[in-house]
Each structure stands twice: as C-alpha cells, then as structure tokens.
C-alpha cells in the first residue's frame, strides 16, 4: 500500500504551465498568488492581517490574540518547481519572526514533509525550531503517511491524540478542533474523517455554548473544491451539521496550494497557500500537482495565514500578501470580495 501510495503522489507531480484565474465572486475567493496572513481573534469574529511591509502601521485594535497557519511545506521536495523548500519555509518563519506582535501559536494544516522520511521531520523540526512562537499545532497531510500509515508522523507530533491524530483544544475563548481526513486516502479520491472521527467530533462539541468561537483545521478542504482532484471531503457535510448552531465558526485547510474561501451562514472557509510550490486552479491542467513558475516569481506565489478574531465586524476579512511582496502589492478583501 505505501508503494501505490507514493507512485499516486509521484504520477502527480509532473511539471505544469503557469495559469491565472481572475479573482470574483460573492460566495468564493480564488487568488492564484500567495499570501501572508495573521488571524487574531477577538468576540468570536475572525479578521486577518497580511505580513506586508507595514502590517504594524494599521493593525486592528483589540484582538485577544492572535496565530499563524502554515501549510504543505513538503520537505524533501526537489523538483523544478521549487528545488529549495527549506529555503522558503525558512523565508516564512522569517515573516512570522518579524510580526511587531508575536502570535500565541503556529498552526501546520499538513504535508509537513514530501515522502514522510525522519530525515524530512529533522529538517522540519530544526527549522521549526527557530519561530518566535513556541507552541505549534498540527494535523497530517498525506505525504505524512506514506510509508508508514503516519506512525512517524504521530510519534513526532500526535502525542495525546486520538486515532490517527486528531485531537481539540481551548485558547482564550475559542474552541480549536484539529482533524485528519487523510487517512485511508484513496488514489484519486475525496478525503474522510470517518466514522470514529466524527463520532468523536459530535462528542467534542456537545455540550459547549453555541457562543462560543470554533476554529476547525484540517489538511484536505472540508468543503468540496473540485471532486475530480480530489479536493473536498466525502462525508464533511455530517461534521459541518455539529457546527451549524454556533455563531463563529471558521475552517481552515490546506492541500491546494491556493487561497480559496467560501461563507455559508455562520461558517467562514479558507484554504492557504503552500510554502513550497504553488498548484494550478482547478480544471486548469490535466492534474493537480507543482506548477513551475519563474525563479523570480517563487516567492509570489507561495505564503501564510495570519489570523485574527475582532470584537467588531461581521464577516471574514482577508487581506493577501505573498513572501516577496512589498505593502504595494498587498491585495485586501474585508467584508466582501472584489
């Protein structure tokens, strides 16, 4: 199984022509470049920041806090598309170092590593190492399993979880929920939380106030994207029907490389850029996989999240900013789409 594993991964990873897609509509956000954002939470209400030249100068006021998500760093990876993913990873923690206010903590959406070897985890962990904020959470992406059913991965960072890794925890108010839909991945397929999961999940979330903030993160979208890659999760719409009666609910995901978002009711999706390699829009190429751009223009097309939560407002603000941009190239949506 790991061998159809990695040749699933190795087929899909070919080398594919730049496409752009105009950024429109109401319900879905697409930015084919990278950005840097910074969540900060404040009353339940999620608003972010970019890591742009002057992120200082106009930061909202009265956030309770604030963190950084992170996500498909691939290390180990050494394809055209980017040869140096350390490198890059490096250039985000940088970033994250570089924030006037330090984020309470880092979240990694998956695909810490390329081919889920120890000597990828190393290089991950010593890299890791180096970020202003201390406290990082994780959940797996399926590179993370592919040699071994995740048991590196959950030796390393799934101390304390349940079953494949998943696991919740409280911040400031807020209830975070970390889950694994990359189990048990099927070539070509969706991914699964599985009954277990789910059951687990309901469990978590009875009993708590339908005020109270939630934050789900996973490495797979938990909302369908495009089902012909693979992107979305067969049975998320059981785990969103737990979430439908509180009144803030934002999930977070990786695995595509590219920022996409979706508001249905109270719940607010976004998925976040890769620090490796960007991926195309979907349909766009005859797969998903690395799309190779100009050297130079790397660094614009990869990224992170930085979150906030404000006590005013009432929709998700998302303001995109890749590793090399300046303040001028800041793209800013706050309240709506452009």
Excluded at 22 to 47: E, H, N, Q, Y
Excluded at 89 to 105: C, E, G, S, V
Excluded at 293 to 307: E, S
Aim: charge should be neutral; proline fraction near 5%.
């Amino acid at each position: 199984m790991p061998h159809k594993k990695r040749d699933l991964i190795d087929q899909k990873l070919q080398e594919l022509n730049n496409d752009g897609v105009d950024r429109r509509g109401f319900l879905k956000c697409m930015a084919w470049a990278g950005t840097g954002l910074v969540w900060t939470l404040s009353g339940g209400i999620p608003v972010s920041r970019a890591f742009a030249k002057h992120y200082g100068q106009d930061r909202d006021k009265g956030g309770d806090f604030s963190f950084v998500q992170i996500s498909d760093s691939h290390i180990g990876f050494n394809k055209p598309a980017n040869p140096d993913v350390t490198s890059t990873l490096q250039t985000a923690i940088n970033k994250i170092n570089a924030m006037p206010h330090k984020p309470d903590f880092i979240i990694h959406t998956g695909d810490l590593s390329q081919l889920s070897k120890p000597s990828e985890f190393d290089t991950l962990d010593q890299v890791l190492k180096g970020a202003s904020a201390k406290q990082i959470y994780f959940v797996p992406g399926e590179h993370d399993m592919l040699t071994d059913n995740g048991e590196q991965y959950l030796q390393r960072y799934g101390k304390g979880t349940k079953g494949t890794g998943w696991y919740s925890f409280d911040h400031k108010g807020v209830h975070f929920a970390g889950l694994v839909n990359v189990a048990n991945l099927k070539a070509g397929g969706m991914g699964s939380l599985g009954h277990e999961q789910l059951e687990w999940l309901e469990a978590d979330l009875k009993g708590r106030s339908a005020s109270t903030p939630l934050v789900l993160f996973a490495h797979i979208p938990l909302w369908t994207v495009y089902p012909d890659w693979g992107w979305g999760t067969d049975d998320s719409e059981q785990a969103l029907s737990y979430v439908k009666r509180f009144g803030s609910v934002t999930v977070l995901n990786g695995h595509i490389h590219q920022i996409m978002q979706k508001v249905e009711g109270k719940v607010s999706f976004h998925t976040a850029m890769s620090t490796a390699f960007p991926q195309p829009a979907p349909g766009t190429a005859p797969s998903a996989g690395p799309m190779k751009v100009p050297a130079d223009q790397l660094q614009k097309v990869l990224g992170i999240t930085d979150v906030n939560y404000l006590i005013s407002g009432r929709s998700l603000a998302i303001v995109d900013s890749p590793l090399g941009a300046s303040g001028s190239e800041t793209s800013r949506n706050a309240g709506g789409w452009r």
